[in-house]
């Protein structure tokens, strides 16, 4: 694996299990299996790997949407992300969180991920429901998303599954000419 590859990786998983603040970098290099030499060569800054490690979570998370064209799945994708990656809630707001959104770089990483999610959200509303979706709609989806990702820490699928169904009444209502 290369190296920038297996420090992001490592660096990923010690950032969502412990958080920005209390993941040092002598734990970094020796989950990453490297120098502290070549973990700041290839990191910069601390702050840096943790842009990178949004920046990379941001992708991955983002294919997980690829194709998707209703609300349905895209609670079905977050139902197979909690179950696959576990639920420890949104590292994006946690990150914001441990830095008080203070860190230009991490707070620019986690606005850009949050815009272009409420993006694809939009996209897949239209293509779902096309002149019946609205910015409401969409903002309703949007915070029943991040509760039942923040949720799902303590109630684990039950809490994505509860989400779900209440997106499928929203836009139920929705394409039925209900809602405005």
Not at 33 to 46: D, I, N, P, V
Not at 65 to 82: C, K, N, P, R, Y
Not at 106 to 133: D, M, N, Q, Y
Request: glycine share 8%.
């Amino acid at each position: 694996m290369e190296t920038k590859t297996r420090l992001l990786a490592a660096a990923e998983q010690l950032f969502d299990l412990n958080g920005f603040t209390a993941t040092g970098m002598d734990r970094l290099t020796q989950a990453a299996g490297m120098s502290t030499r070549t973990l700041y060569k290839h990191a910069g800054s601390k702050t840096d790997l943790m842009a990178a490690v949004l920046a990379e979570r941001d992708h991955r998370f983002m294919r997980t949407f690829q194709g998707l064209e209703s609300v349905d799945g895209i609670f079905a994708a977050l139902e197979t992300w909690v179950r696959e990656e576990g639920a420890r809630g949104c590292l994006f707001l946690r990150a914001f969180g441990e830095t008080g959104g203070n860190i230009p770089e991490v707070r620019a990483a986690v606005l850009a991920h949050k815009e272009t999610f409420r993006k694809r959200l939009t996209e897949i509303l239209v293509t779902e429901l096309g002149e019946a979706a609205s910015a409401h709609l969409t903002e309703e989806i949007l915070v029943l998303y991040e509760g039942a990702t923040a949720a799902s820490v303590y109630r684990g699928p039950a809490a994505v599954a509860a989400a779900r169904r209440a997106a499928a009444i929203l836009v139920a209502d929705a394409d039925a000419g209900q809602r405005p």
